[in-house]
Nanobody, 117 residues
Framework: QVQFVESGGGLVQPGGSLRLSCVASGIFFRIFDMGWYRQAPGKQRELVAGITSDGNIDYAESVKGRFTISRNNARNTVTLQMDSLKSEDTAVYYC???????????WGQGTQVTVSS
């Protein structure tokens, strides 16, 4: 059974930082492409950052230079370091896993990030 435990969301002031973590179980983590998506109220879910099984990284334009994604295959963990947060970063953030050569998608339960003064 595939499971994700997400943590690190919360309320932060503009300019602040948060670190999101996602621990996966039930998958052979090291062969999966991992990512973080977000969905703000009234908007579609969008890719924030992705890291492939071989370490290639991609970021949404809106977070480049502020967010950093990383993975630890030994701990089945993908992390999103978010710095210089803005009010427009407010959303529910979801951990995502994609297996190789498959259209399947696995999602975490989501963690709320609120950036407000």
């Amino acid at each position: 059974q595939v499971q994700f435990v997400e943590s690190g969301g919360g309320l932060v002031q503009p300019g602040g930082s948060l670190r999101l973590s996602c621990v996966a179980s039930g998958i052979f983590f090291r062969i999966f492409d991992m990512g973080w998506y977000r969905q703000a109220p009234g908007k579609q879910r969008e890719l924030v950052a992705g890291i492939t099984s071989d370490g290639n990284i991609d970021y949404a334009e809106s977070v480049k230079g502020r967010f950093t994604i990383s993975r630890n295959n030994a701990r089945n963990t993908v992390t999103l370091q978010m710095d210089s947060l803005k009010s427009e970063d407010t959303a529910v953030y979801y951990c995502n896993a994609k297996p190789p050569r498959s259209s399947a998608n696995y999602w975490g339960q989501g963690t709320q990030v609120t950036v407000s003064s």
